[in-house]
Nanobody, 122 residues
Framework: VQLQASGGGLVQAGGSLGLSCTVS????????MSWFRQAPGKEREFVSA????????FYADSVKGRFTISREIAKKTVYLQMNSLQPEDTAVYYC????????????????WGQGTQVTVSS
C-alpha cells in the first residue's frame, strides 16, 4: 500500500490550502484515514481522521472549525481542506492509513505518505 500526498505550499495567514492523499490499494474503503503534522523540533501530532465508511470525522482542537477532512472512494483519495491558516499550522503534513482503534494514535496506522510541506507566513 502506497500513499501519495500532494497540495502543500506557501500561503499567507488567513489563507487556504487543500491537501490530497491518493492510496494505491484495491481495499481503500477498508482503511481509516488520517492526517498528522510535524513541525521542526516537535513530535508528530494528530490533525484529523475519517472513518473507513466516511461517516465519522475527528479533529484536533487546534484545527476544529477551520479544517475539513473528506474521502472519495472512487478516486481512492482523502482530502484535507484547510482554511484560516495560521503560522502555527506550518509543518510537514502526512497522511496515514490503517484499521485503527484510536484515530489520534500515531502508532495505530500501518501506512504513511511521504509528507507535504505547508508553510504559513505572517
Amino acid at each position: 500500500v502506497q500513499l501519495q500526498a500532494s497540495g502543500g505550499g506557501l500561503v499567507q495567514a488567513g489563507g487556504s490550502l487543500g491537501l490530497s492523499c491518493t492510496v494505491s490499494s484495491r481495499t481503500f474503503s477498508s482503511y481509516d484515514m488520517s492526517w498528522f503534522r510535524q513541525a521542526p523540533g516537535k513530535e508528530r501530532e494528530f490533525v484529523s481522521a475519517i472513518s473507513r465508511s466516511g461517516g465519522s470525522t475527528f479533529y484536533a482542537d487546534s484545527v476544529k472549525g477551520r479544517f475539513t477532512i473528506s474521502r472519495e472512494i472512487a478516486k481512492k483519495t482523502v482530502y484535507l481542506q484547510m482554511n484560516s491558516l495560521q503560522p502555527e499550522d506550518t509543518a510537514v503534513y502526512y497522511c496515514a492509513a490503517g484499521q485503527v482503534g484510536d484515530y489520534s494514535g500515531v502508532y495505530e496506522y500501518d501506512y504513511w505518505g511521504q509528507g507535504t510541506q505547508v508553510t504559513v507566513s505572517s
